[in-house]
């Protein structure tokens, strides 16, 4: 990711979450991944918890001196979902809430 531009990485970072969370894709009308539900196995949340530690990773290290405020504020976003994310990997809602299936559908 080195030498790309903000709006770039943020980009990719959008895509690769939608890969990961098709149905929230679909809600926001990009409608790639529209035949899918995402893999909702241990593997697969397995893959989201890693996607949130290489992107908090990714967009931490990125110098918040050299942005324009429009693109601090896109930053200090992803960073939030991010740590959110983080937060509940002990919860293992994808243990717990058999809400988190059925809604998939609804």
């Not at 080195?2 to 959008?14: D, H, P, S």
């Not at 908090?56 to 918040?64: K, N, Y």
């Amino acid at each position: 990711m080195v030498g790309m531009l903000f709006g770039e990485i943020a980009r990719v970072f959008v895509y690769e979450r939608f890969a990961l969370e098709p149905v929230a894709a679909s809600v926001l009308g990009v409608h790639t991944y529209d035949h899918t539900f995402g893999d909702q196995t241990a593997d697969g949340y397995a893959k989201r918890e890693a996607f949130v530690e290489e992107w908090l990773r990714r967009v931490e290290a990125i110098d918040e001196t050299t942005l324009p405020p429009y693109e601090l504020i896109d930053r200090a976003l992803i960073l939030a979902q991010l740590r959110g994310d983080r937060a509940l990997v002990p919860f293992q809602r994808w243990r717990r809430d058999p809400g988190l299936y059925s809604g998939l559908i609804t």
